[in-house]
C-alpha cells in the first residue's frame, strides 16, 4: 500500500511537474545594434522570430496552434527545424493561424527546443502583435504525457526611418599612378575607384588631400564617372618628395548615420623631371623664360608690400593684380608697424615715383604735340605745292 502511496505520488509530481516546465514562446530576431530601437521589431518591415519550446523534458511530439491578428502580420514562409528523415512534418498556414505538428522528435532534454523558424511582414503604425498559442497547442513526452500548451505572449513594434539600413561602407582603390621604385611623374594625375553596394556612395560627399591641396566633385579639376574619380593637380607634383593623399566618402545611408571610409595612401615622386606626357624642348625653354622675366625678387615683393600702405585705397587693387602676376603674397588685413625712418623712407620713394611718373607725362605729352604739328605742317607744305602746281598749268596757253 505505501508503495502504491509513492508511486502515484511520484507520478503526480511527475505530471504537475511538467505541465509547468514546458511553454512555447516567440523569440523575434531584433535589428542591429547600430539601428534602434534594438528591443523593438520595425513597423513596416520583414521580420523572422524562432518558434521555442522552453522545457528540459523529453519531446517526442509537438502541435502548435498559433494565432495572430492578420491585420497587422502576414506570414510570409515557415522555415522547419527537423534533425533526420525519420522526423514527420506537417504545416499549414491559414488566414490568422499557423497549425503545426512535428512527430518522431529526436531532441535530446535539453531546456530550449526550436520548433520552426517563421518569416512574415508586419504593416505600418502597429505598435504591438499579440500571438496566442491556442488550446490545441501540446507536446507529447517519451512517457507519452500530454502537456498542453496555452500561452499568450505581446511583441511590440516601432515606427522607423526605413526597413533596409546599409551596414557597408564604400571602398577606395588607387588605380593610377601606380608606384614605382623611381618614383611617379610630376605631372601625374590621380585615378580613384570607389564601390559600394546598399545605397551607394554619395558624390557630393567625396573629400580629397593630395598634400595641401583640397578638392571636391565641383573642383575644377576633378572629374566623375560611374566608379572613377579623376583627379588632376592644380599644380606640378614636386621633385623627390612624399605625397599624402587622403580620400573620405559616405554613402547615401540615412537611417541614424551614413557610412564613411577614410583612405590614406602615401606615394614618391621622382628624383628628377619626369613627365607623362612629352613635351616640346622649344616649348619647355620658352616657359622657362617666361618664368625668369616674372620672378622679382623678395626685395621687390617687400616693397610692394610697404606701397600699399602709401596710395588711395582705390588703386589697391593695381598692386594687387601685379603682386599675383609675379607670385607675391601680400597681406592686407592689419599695416605693417614701420619706423619712423622706413615711413619716411617709403614716403620719399613714392614722391619720388609720382614725381618721375609727371615728368614722364609730360614729355610724352610734349612729343604728341610735336608730331602733331609736324604732320600739319608736313600737309600745309604738300598742299601748296598741289596749289601752285595747277595755277602755272592755267597760265599756260596752248600754241
Not at 89 to 112: A, C, F, L, Q, S
Not at 260 to 287: C, Y
Request: aromatic share 14%; charged share 25%; hydrophobic share 45%.
Amino acid at each position: 500500500m505505501f508503495r502504491l502511496l509513492t508511486l502515484w505520488f511520484l507520478s503526480f509530481l511527475l505530471f504537475f511537474g511538467s505541465v509547468i516546465a514546458a511553454e512555447l514562446q516567440v523569440k523575434p530576431l531584433y535589428s542591429d545594434k547600430r539601428f534602434p530601437p534594438i528591443d523593438k521589431l520595425h513597423a513596416g518591415c520583414m521580420q523572422n522570430a524562432d518558434i521555442a519550446l522552453a522545457t528540459e523534458l523529453d519531446i517526442k511530439e509537438i502541435r502548435v496552434s498559433l494565432q495572430f491578428d492578420p491585420q497587422k502580420i502576414d506570414i510570409l514562409r515557415i522555415l522547419p527545424d527537423n534533425k533526420n528523415r525519420d522526423e514527420v512534418i506537417d504545416y499549414d498556414i491559414k488566414y490568422g493561424e499557423i497549425v503545426y505538428t512535428h512527430k518522431n522528435m529526436v531532441y535530446n532534454p535539453w531546456y530550449e527546443i526550436k520548433v520552426f523558424s517563421m518569416m512574415f511582414n508586419s504593416k505600418k503604425d502597429i505598435n504591438a502583435v499579440d500571438f496566442v498559442f491556442g488550446s490545441g497547442s501540446y507536446a507529447i513526452t517519451q512517457w507519452w504525457q500530454r502537456i498542453n500548451l496555452e500561452w499568450k505572449q505581446s511583441i511590440p513594434f516601432a515606427n522607423v526611418p526605413e526597413c533596409d539600413p546599409d551596414i557597408i561602407p564604400p571602398s577606395v582603390t588607387l588605380i593610377r599612378p601606380i608606384p614605382s621604385e623611381s618614383g611617379i611623374a610630376l605631372d601625374s594625375l590621380f585615378v580613384f575607384e570607389i564601390k559600394d553596394i546598399g545605397k551607394w556612395y554619395d558624390p557630393e560627399s567625396i573629400y580629397i588631400l593630395i598634400g595641401q591641396d583640397a578638392y571636391t566633385i565641383n573642383t575644377p579639376w576633378v572629374a566623375f564617372s560611374g566608379e572613377y574619380l579623376v583627379v588632376q593637380p592644380k599644380t606640378w607634383l614636386p621633385v623627390a618628395s612624399e605625397i599624402e593623399l587622403k580620400v573620405s566618402v559616405s554613402d547615401f545611408q540615412t537611417f541614424w548615420w551614413t557610412n564613411r571610409t577614410e583612405k590614406t595612401f602615401i606615394i614618391n615622386t621622382a628624383s628628377s623631371v619626369v613627365l607623362d606626357e612629352n613635351i616640346n624642348p622649344m616649348e619647355l625653354k620658352q616657359r622657362s623664360r617666361e618664368l625668369r622675366q616674372n620672378q622679382w625678387s623678395s626685395e621687390e615683393c617687400r616693397l610692394l608690400q610697404s606701397l600699399q600702405w602709401f596710395i588711395a585705397e582705390d588703386n589697391r587693387q593695381m598692386i594687387e593684380d601685379v603682386a599675383a602676376k609675379i607670385e607675391c603674397e601680400l597681406v592686407l588685413a592689419v599695416s605693417p608697424e614701420l619706423s619712423v625712418a622706413e615711413k619716411e623712407h617709403n614716403a620719399a620713394w613714392v614722391l619720388l615715383v609720382e614725381e618721375k611718373w609727371g615728368i614722364w607725362l609730360f614729355a610724352i605729352t610734349g612729343w604728341v604735340l610735336f608730331f602733331v604739328t609736324l604732320l600739319l605742317k608736313l600737309h600745309y607744305f604738300v598742299s601748296y605745292k598741289e596749289h601752285k602746281k595747277l595755277l602755272a598749268e592755267k597760265t599756260i596757253k596752248p600754241l
